[in-house]
């Protein structure tokens, strides 16, 4: 079945630092790509998506692109800032499937 | 606009126990999820209801999970009897539509709730 693989958290860096959460994926046809955040205290919420190859998603400083040949859309981000600090989760799902598959998630903490 | 509501934030109960957890989705959202996330783990899919219909509860334990969305608005889960192993935030989310997942609409998360089964 599709899957979603992070890496392991927690990622710890330190203010302006570049980070990059890697997340590779599995799925029989050709999925949608999502990177969800949830910040202390708070739900879940679409941090950016992909709907197909090459695509490029990008929201508040993040940056992922769908690579189909690898099969991974690893999060970036130039320079982060303490309020970064946060649990990301990458997500998938397939083509008139509807329902989200979702990685482990990685803890991630910006020290100032 | 209003977000996901869900309540209680939290349940503490023994094994065997039956608990329940209520949503009310965003106004107008005509489809509402069900999560579970275990601790360490990414959230998954107990159940999907388009309106008051489900559309995908292949994941949901249904010899001890239950769930209603009677009039298509909010909706409860329910765990009767409750085992240690079901100690998880559950999460309720809404879309605009069932296309959510592949690009549509993008789901609304509430805070969740926590049970602990002791």
């Known amino acids: 079945g599709d899957s979603v693989t992070q890496m392991e958290g927690p990622v710890t860096l330190s203010e302006e630092a570049f980070l990059t959460i890697n997340c590779t994926y599995t799925?029989?046809?050709?999925?949608?790509l999502f990177w969800y955040v949830q910040y202390p205290g708070e739900g879940l919420q679409l941090l950016l998506k992909?709907?197909?190859?090459?695509d490029k998603g990008s929201n508040k400083g993040f940056e992922a692109t769908y690579r189909k040949e690898t099969t991974s859309f690893h999060l970036e981000k130039g320079s982060v800032q303490v309020s970064d600090s946060a649990v990301y989760f990458c997500a998938l799902s397939e083509w008139g499937a509807q329902k989200l598959v979702f990685g482990q998630g990685t803890r991630l903490t910006i020290n100032p | 606009e209003a977000g996901v509501a869900q309540s209680p934030r939290y349940k503490i109960i023994e094994k065997r126990q039956s608990v329940a957890f209520w949503c009310n989705p965003i106004s107008g959202h005509a489809t509402l999820y069900w999560y579970q996330q275990i601790l360490g783990q990414g959230p998954k899919l107990l159940i999907q209801?388009?309106?008051?219909?489900?559309?995908?509860d292949s994941q949901l334990p249904k010899d001890r999970f239950s769930a209603e969305r009677l009039k298509g608005v909010d909706s409860t889960l329910k765990i009767q009897p409750a085992k240690l192993e079901d100690s998880a935030v559950y999460l309720c989310?809404?879309?605009?539509?069932?296309?959510?997942?592949?690009?549509?609409?993008?789901?609304?998360f509430g805070n969740g709730t926590r049970l602990t089964v002791t």
């Open positions: 989310a809404s879309s605009l539509d069932r296309r959510a997942g592949t690009g549509g609409s993008p789901l609304h």
């Open positions: 209801f388009q309106n008051n219909g489900v559309v995908d």
């Open positions: 992909a709907t197909k190859a090459d």
């Open positions: 799925a029989t046809g050709y999925p949608s």
